[in-house]
C-alpha cells in the first residue's frame, strides 16, 4: 500500500506546490532589486532639485522612502541567500 505522499494525486500537488514557489522565489529575487532601483531614483530626484531653502522638507520625504528602501534591501538579500524550495 502507498502512502498519499507517493500516490499520483498527493504527488502531483505537492509538485505544483513546489513550482509555484519557486517561481515566487525567483519573482521576489527578480523584482526586488528593480523596486530598490526606483526608490534609489526618486531618492535621487528628491535631492538633486531641492534648493537651499527646501532640505527640511525633502529630509522629511525622503526618509522615510530609505527606510523603506533599506527594508527592501534586506529582503531582496534574504531572498537571493535563501536556499531554492526543493
Do not use: C, H, N
Not at 502531483?12 to 517561481?23: A, C, E, F, S, T
Not at 534648493?51 to 529630509?59: C, F, I, N, R, T
Amino acid at each position: 500500500m502507498t502512502s498519499p505522499e507517493e500516490g499520483t494525486t498527493g504527488g502531483g500537488r505537492r509538485l505544483r506546490r513546489q513550482g509555484g514557489l519557486r517561481i515566487w522565489s525567483w519573482t521576489l529575487r527578480l523584482v526586488l532589486p528593480v523596486l530598490i532601483f526606483l526608490a534609489d531614483l526618486v531618492l535621487y530626484w528628491l535631492w538633486s532639485d531641492v534648493d537651499a531653502g527646501a532640505k527640511g522638507y525633502a529630509l522629511a520625504e525622503a526618509v522615510p522612502l530609505a527606510v523603506a528602501a533599506a527594508a527592501l534591501l534586506i529582503w531582496a538579500v534574504g531572498a537571493w541567500i535563501a536556499p531554492d524550495p526543493p
